[in-house]
Structure formats: C-alpha cells, structure tokens
C-alpha cells in the first residue's frame, strides 16, 4: 500500500471505531456483564474490600478502577478505564513493534468490530495484559530481547483479573517450552512477578479463607436455585439443538432448576469439564460447529488473517519446521480455537479470542513486512477488510 492510501485507510477505521464506541454507549447502562462489575463497586462502597473479595470480584480490575469511581459515576468509571487501557495498548504496540499504520488499521477495524472495549466489564485488563504476553513472545521471534519480567508481570496480572485464563493454559504452555527449548528465561527476570504474584495471594486470602479458592467475577445464580452457570449453558444448547431456544439466548436459572428436578441430579454436567465427557457424541458435534464459528466470526473480525496466518502455520508443518520458533503466535491460536471448541458446548463469545487476536495481527503484519507471505495476498486482505468495514458501516449506521 502507498503512504497515502495507508493514511486514508486508518481514518476510516478510526471514524468506524468511533461509531462502534458510539452504538456501545448508547446502550442501557449496565447491559450484559456491566452490570456486575457496577454491582461489585456498589457492594465494596457498602460492605469493603474484605467482604467484597470473600463474595468473589477481579482484583486487579478493581484496584485500578475503583479509585475512578470516587470520582465519577460507577458506570462512567468502568468505561473510562477501558478506553485508558485501550490506550496503553496502542502505546504499548507503538513503542515495542514499532508498528507500522497497516497494523494498527488492521487494529483498529478489529477493535471496533468487537467493540469489548466499549462497555465496562474486566475484559479489557484480561485482554491488554494477554496480549502484551504473547506479543513479547512474537518479539523473542523477530530476535529481539524479550523483557521477562514485565512479560511474566503482566501473565501473573491476567491470572487473578479472570478464570478464563485457565482455557489459555495449554497456549499458554507451548510458548513457555519454545521459550524453554531456546534458554530464554532468566533467573534475573523472576524477581518482579514473583512479589507481583505473593502480593495478589494476599490480597486473595480472605476469598482462600472463605471458599477455598482465589476471588473471581462469577455469574451467581439465585439463592432460591441450587444450578451454576455451566449446567444453565449446556441446557441452553440442549434446548437450541431441539428447537426450544434461539441461538445466543440463555434458559432462566429457574428453568434450569426446573428441568434438574424433572430429570434427575445427574441430567446435567456441573462443570464445563465434566461436560467434555458428558455426551461424547454432543461434543464432537459442538466441537466442529464452534469451530467453524469461529473462522466465521473470526473472519467478519479480522478478514483474511485468520486463515493466512493458519495456513503458513500449516506449511511450516509440512516443510516439517514444527518445533520453529517462528510458529508460536501461530500455533497458540490454533490450540485456543481447538481447545474453545473442545470445552464450550454452548455457543462462543469472540470476545473470549481477543487476546491471542491482537497478537496474531502482529504476527500477520510481520508476514507482509518480511515478505514471508505474497503482496497480492496482502492486498486481497486490505480490500477484503475494506469491504467488510463498509459492511459494518452499513449495519451499525441505522442503530445509531
């Protein structure tokens, strides 16, 4: 792409962010999970912090935003974080990639496509810090120093913002044994997140006195009900699959509650682990159609890049450079999908794949900076994100 025309690419998928930020803020307040990080201010203003951490809340999001919400309105104080951290990491990319206006218009037509920085929940500290991680693994790649201390920071930080990094873990432990593999860990470089993490245990022992675990968001069912959420999710999908439930939509607890007591205690798996083994046979087929979701989805977020990147994955793999550095950006995003696809019965939430998206379009924009990939497929990407950001244009413009 000329300068020029780069330039002109960013401004519209700036002024297309702009207009998704816009829609998301028009919503009522406290729509989806906003509501219960509002919920969780209310109840640290009534009760503190020790009551609060034993009930179960995201520490470190809510270390760093409380202080915003002694100033203004609670709601406002979530969203105003978020854009902070939106921020810090278009500084962070800048500073550390040195990144060039094709990948932050790739960027930033993602960010507004998916819009999870607009509203007021943990996501976007799960997501910034989750990215920063795998971006320094990308830097390690192209050779340059990998800043060890901040890395395993930021990993530690997104370990007690949500129990969703747990779906992570197997990426997660493919970067560490490339990391393994090529000596580049430090013994100088543990010492930071080492006080990081003891001083979040800490912070976590009231909630490890109190339920034997460390304090986390969770969505509590009512008192009334003795059904969790993973049992509510996999009804849900149940209920799809027959006909009974729309796609995306959930069953009431009180359903839920209702549809054990017809059917027995053991009707439902308690856990999404347990879930795996369940119904042998659901999950295969959930596990294709979640896959396929996600390329789908995927592809509506990033373009092209999903697909390009997994398939230079895939011809590495065939000219047998499996154990290459160069694929540890690549292979975390496939084992993710894979391991979303396994776990999630129900229906997937892209919001959950930001992180390792973020990373992967850095991992793209080195492909055609390197010229690892053809320049006619860099240019059906930029053309097949400009048609799918007009598309947007065109959908989000009447809801405004």
Request: a positive charge.
């Given at each position: 792409m000329k300068i020029n025309l780069q330039k002109i690419l960013l401004a519209i998928a700036i002024l297309y962010a702009i207009l998704g930020m816009y829609f998301m803020y028009g919503l009522p307040i406290g729509a989806g999970d906003e509501g219960v990080f509002i919920s969780d201010l209310n109840y640290i203003n009534q009760y503190g912090w020790i009551e609060a951490i034993k009930k179960?809340?995201?520490v470190p999001h809510a270390i760093l935003v409380y202080p915003l919400s002694l100033v203004f309105?609670?709601?406002f104080a979530l969203r105003l974080l978020n854009i902070i951290l939106l921020i810090v990491l278009y500084?962070?990319?800048?500073?550390?990639?040195?990144?060039s206006i094709t990948f932050f218009f790739y960027l930033t037509f993602f960010i507004g496509t998916c819009k999870v920085f607009f509203i007021g929940t943990n996501d976007s500290l799960f997501i910034l810090c989750l990215a920063i991680f795998f971006n320094e693994i990308h830097q390690f790649n192209l050779g340059k120093p990998w800043k060890q201390p901040f890395a395993l920071s930021v990993l530690i930080v997104c370990f007690f913002t949500r129990a969703l990094v747990v779906m992570y873990l197997p990426a997660l432990i493919i970067c560490f044994l490339f990391l393994y593999k090529i000596k580049g860990f430090s013994k100088k470089g543990y010492l930071l997140p080492i006080i990081i993490f003891i001083l979040f245990m800490v912070i976590n022992v009231p909630a490890i006195q109190s339920n034997g675990r460390l304090s986390y968001d969770?969505?509590?069912?009512p008192e009334n009900v003795d059904v969790n959420w993973a049992q509510r999710q996999y009804l849900a999908q149940l209920l799809v699959n027959e006909g009974k439930l729309s796609s995306h939509q959930h069953p009431s607890f009180k359903a839920t509650q209702e549809y054990v007591d017809e059917n027995g205690e053991d009707s439902l798996p308690r856990t999404l682990f347990e879930g795996i083994l369940f119904n042998p046979k659901l999950t295969v087929v959930e596990f294709f159609k979640d896959a396929l979701d996600i390329f789908k989805y995927g592809t509506r977020q990033l373009g092209l890049i999903l697909i390009i990147v997994l398939l230079f994955?895939?011809?590495n793999f065939y000219k047998k450079k499996i154990f290459n550095f160069e694929n540890s950006i690549p292979l975390a995003l496939l084992i993710t999908i894979l391991v979303f696809s396994l776990v999630i019965i129900s229906f997937i939430e892209l919001r959950w794949f930001v992180a390792i998206f973020i990373a992967t379009i850095a991992f793209y924009t080195y492909l055609e900076q390197t010229d690892k990939i053809s320049k006619w497929i860099s240019k059906l990407n930029v053309a097949a994100t400009f048609l799918l950001m007009?598309?947007?244009f065109i959908k989000i413009i009447p809801l405004i």
């Open positions: 179960g809340i995201s309105e609670p709601y500084c962070y990319f800048l500073y550390r990639n040195k990144a969770k969505k509590n069912p994955l895939s011809h007009i598309y947007g």
